[in-house]
């Protein structure tokens, strides 16, 4: 069973950056796609970037120009920097692969 961990999330102003990262426990990392999603108040979770074993990646519009998508195998780890935030862009953001998903960590862009 994978286990995933986020962390990174905090209170940042608009125009601010973050990183989020999500450690996964056991051998799974990388052997199929991962992927962030975020989740706001009174809204459906929303895909917002995936990164294939292979190393592509892809980003739905809100994230093009704004996020990196990256994965360290060798710590285990997959990242979202993310820059240029938003106060839309606050949410509880979510790694996920092979079934499993992390608790969440929280993002909060004041205006």
């Known amino acids: 069973q994978a286990a995933l961990v986020e962390s990174g999330g905090g209170v940042v102003q608009e125009g601010g950056s973050l990183r989020l990262s999500c450690e996964a426990t056991?051998?799974?990392?990388?052997?199929?796609?991962m992927h962030w999603y975020r989740q706001s108040p009174g809204k459906e979770r929303e895909r917002v970037a995936t990164i294939n074993p292979n190393g592509a990646t892809f980003y739905v519009d809100f994230a093009k120009g704004r996020f990196t998508i990256s994965a360290d195998k060798t710590k285990k780890t997959m990242y979202l920097q993310m820059t240029s935030l938003k106060p839309e862009d606050t949410a509880v953001y979510y790694c996920?692969?092979?079934?499993?998903w992390g608790q969440g960590t929280q993002v909060t862009v004041s205006s």
């Open positions: 996920t692969t092979s079934g499993a």
């Open positions: 056991g051998n799974f990392f990388m052997l199929n796609s």
